[in-house]
């Protein structure tokens, strides 16, 4: 059960006794049961209409209990069961009219977004999600998804549908956007990692041409390897850069 805190200031326009709280008193609500959440998270809920806070006459935000609830219920859809924001407002509306719902099984696609951070060298290469799933997981709009795919950004898989490398790619793209980096501010970015991913290319290709399964085995483990180590070198270099100290 969520817990909802005491205090909280009235506005003009609430009914009486009701309590309101900013922003970062839900955030700060919300952390105890999804410790991931960041204001922006909120704000985009709040872009998407999922959730209508109040604003007072200065223009803050002020959410009500109702609204707090809200907020962890599509929370927790989107923790448990990875529904699109499109299924979950559909699901508010059904519940707002009384309706009952039925949520699914959570889909072995959690697995591939919650993993997409990680380089798991034993998940299957063909898992796949859909373009519905990548909007929930990089939270963005189909037009940003769009602009992203003209700048050569994202791209589907042969075959269709997208990979766990592409579902990381869009959560660092959508980070970098609200900071303000645009996808064309990115295009350099996207041209050393090609440059990068020749090099490596061009190390391992005639071992991946051998005929001996194991030849060909050792060509990934040593494609990954050098990947790693080209990230890391990249790190190192934009930190020195900056002047910042390595961790």
Do not use: C
Request: hydrophobic content about 40%.
């Amino acid at each position: 059960m969520l817990r909802t805190p005491t205090g909280g200031a009235g506005l003009g326009t609430a009914a009486a006794g009701d309590r309101l709280f900013s922003i970062g008193t839900v955030l700060s609500q919300l952390r105890d049961e999804f410790p991931e959440v960041t204001i922006s998270k909120i704000r985009f809920l709040e872009a998407e209409g999922l959730v209508e806070p109040r604003r007072t006459a200065s223009g803050y935000r002020k959410f009500s209990p109702q609204d707090v609830e809200r907020l962890a219920q599509i929370l927790r859809m989107q923790r448990d069961h990875y529904l699109p924001l499109k299924v979950i407002r559909e699901h508010l509306d059904a519940l707002a009219r009384g309706e009952q719902i039925r949520l699914p099984s959570p889909s072995p696609q959690r697995d591939l977004l919650d993993g997409a951070l990680e380089a798991d060298a034993e998940r299957p290469t063909a898992a796949r999600i859909g373009r519905a799933e990548l909007l929930a997981a990089a939270e963005v709009t189909e037009t940003e998804l769009a602009e992203w795919e003209s700048y050569g950004l994202v791209a589907q898989a042969d075959g269709g549908g997208y990979d766990a490398e592409t579902v990381t790619v869009a959560k660092l793209v959508a980070d970098l956007g609200r900071f303000g980096l645009e996808p064309r501010h990115l295009r350099a970015v996207k041209a050393a990692a090609d440059r990068e991913a020749g090099l490596v290319e061009q190390m391992v290709a005639p071992l991946r041409r051998h005929r001996n399964p194991q030849t060909r085995a050792h060509a990934e483990a040593t494609a990954k390897e050098l990947a790693g180590l080209s990230v890391r070198l990249h790190a190192a270099l934009v930190q020195t850069a900056l002047g910042l100290r390595l961790q």
